[in-house]
């Protein structure tokens, strides 16, 4: 090893150790903190845990501490909140708002935010609407119309950022007006349009399960199925590292959180096959959390959000293709409005011209970041998305079970969202202090 990579204490050690080549022989070096589980075991988790912490990595650790406490609120409040039909309920309705939020999270890994998703969610299913029901098209090729409407809509806004120079909020605010506007030419002076529920797309969305029919356990088999990918992707992961030379994580890791996994999934499965089933909008929703994380982590493209989130000029001289990285990312956010727009849609058999309207964009935003996907870019997973959306839901739920106002619920979101956003600053703060950021 050279100089120039070793540690000051290091340096300092060298003369000492030559001199007495006993000490040498007996000084135990540090442990590297990505190896602690491998080599100190369980104790190791705990280690790494409070470096984590004390270092200013909570990561989830305030949102599930908040998920806790809401669930306790509302269930000395009222019994119903923990019931399965109003979880089932629960997991239905934060899909449609969490589609948007997975592609907010993209944007917000770069340090940017679009705020035309919501208008951009609602001229998707305006789009869908017109094109079935004025123009006989076939569903499931409307679907497919209106999905790349979104992707071109987002990748319109991300060319006036990346190649004009225009700063994405004015951008995307130009998209939220025009957009918003469109939608409500489509729709007419009715500013509705029924959508037939037996059309396919529509009737996949409903609240029913017609995939995953509780007749056939299918709960319980997508429970199985995420158990064994975890399992048998995590020990692909580490018998690909371990030949490779690098950190793996440990087989006593790798079962402890398939035991988690397994507890978690099982535990869903039966509180949804208690009440209807598994709806197809958290199965879709979830699939896509997946995928995602899999382009986050996993690939090349999503190295390069990460990459340009943390630095714009490193990105750059690093050989990346700044601008076709902030386009890309903008088509995706709007790929998954338009598709966030089907789900509303579902939801109510029709095209409205309240759809992706009132609050959507701003609780999208807000699920995001409040399941832990920095605002300052650079930092985050896609799996903020689910959490996010848990907390709102949970809130916006448990709220209606006590029959107050909407307005309470507004006040309390908003509170989250601060409170998230003043923990991600002082994480930030941390981290820089312990020289990790």
């Not at 832990?372 to 079970?401: D, H």
Request: charged share 15%; glycine share 12%.
């Amino acid at each position: 090893m050279s100089d120039t990579t070793k540690t000051p204490a290091a340096k300092d050690a060298a003369p000492a150790a030559a001199e007495d080549p006993t000490a040498a022989a007996a000084a135990a070096p540090a442990v590297d903190p990505r190896l602690l589980v491998r080599e100190e075991g369980f104790k190791g988790y705990i280690t790494e845990f409070k470096r984590k912490v004390k270092g200013g990595e909570l990561g989830s650790i305030p949102v599930v501490i908040g998920l806790i406490v809401i669930a306790t609120v509302f269930q000395l409040n009222n019994d119903r909140f923990l019931s399965a039909d109003n979880l089932s309920n629960i997991g239905y309705y934060m899909a449609a708002t969490g589609m948007l939020a997975i592609g907010l999270v993209f944007v917000l890994l770069l340090g940017e935010i679009d705020l035309s998703v919501g208008s951009v969610s609602g001229l998707a299913a305006a789009v869908f609407a017109v094109v079935v029901t004025k123009n006989g098209m076939n569903a499931w090729l409307a679907l497919l119309l209106t999905i790349v409407t979104g992707v071109a809509i987002g990748a319109l806004h991300g060319w006036f950022f990346a190649k004009i120079g225009v700063p994405a909020f004015v951008v995307t605010l130009a998209g939220f007006l025009g957009w918003n506007g469109l939608m409500l030419w489509l729709l007419g002076s009715s500013g509705t349009i029924n959508i037939p529920s037996d059309e396919g797309p529509v009737r996949l969305l409903g609240k029913a399960s017609f995939l995953l029919d509780q007749d056939i356990i299918g709960a319980y088999l997508l429970a199985g199925l995420a158990v064994l990918s975890l399992l048998a992707g995590s020990f692909m992961d580490q018998r690909r590292r371990r030949a490779a030379g690098v950190p793996f994580r440990p087989t006593s890791e790798i079962v402890l959180r398939v035991v988690a996994l397994a507890i978690v999934a099982f535990a869903a499965a039966m509180v949804f096959n208690s009440s209807a089933g598994v709806p197809n909008a958290l199965v879709i929703f979830l699939i896509c959390l997946v995928i995602v994380d899999f382009v986050l982590r996993r690939t090349s493209f999503g190295r390069k959000v990460f990459a340009v989130g943390g630095g714009v000029e490193a990105a750059r001289r690093a050989g990346i293709n700044v601008e076709m990285v902030r386009i890309t990312v903008f088509a995706i956010a709007g790929g998954f409005a338009a598709v966030g727009g089907m789900f509303f849609a579902g939801q109510t058999s029709s095209a409205t011209m309240l759809a992706g309207g009132g609050n959507t964009l701003m609780l999208a935003i807000a699920a995001a970041v409040i399941g832990g996907t920095s605002l300052f870019g650079g930092r985050g997973t896609v799996w903020s998305a689910l959490l996010g959306m848990l907390v709102i839901q949970s809130i916006s739920t448990g709220l209606s079970l006590l029959n107050m106002e909407a307005s309470i619920q507004y006040m309390i979101t908003g509170a989250v969202l601060l409170g998230a956003v003043v923990i991600d600053s002082v994480s930030r703060r941390s981290q820089k202090a312990a020289g990790r950021a």
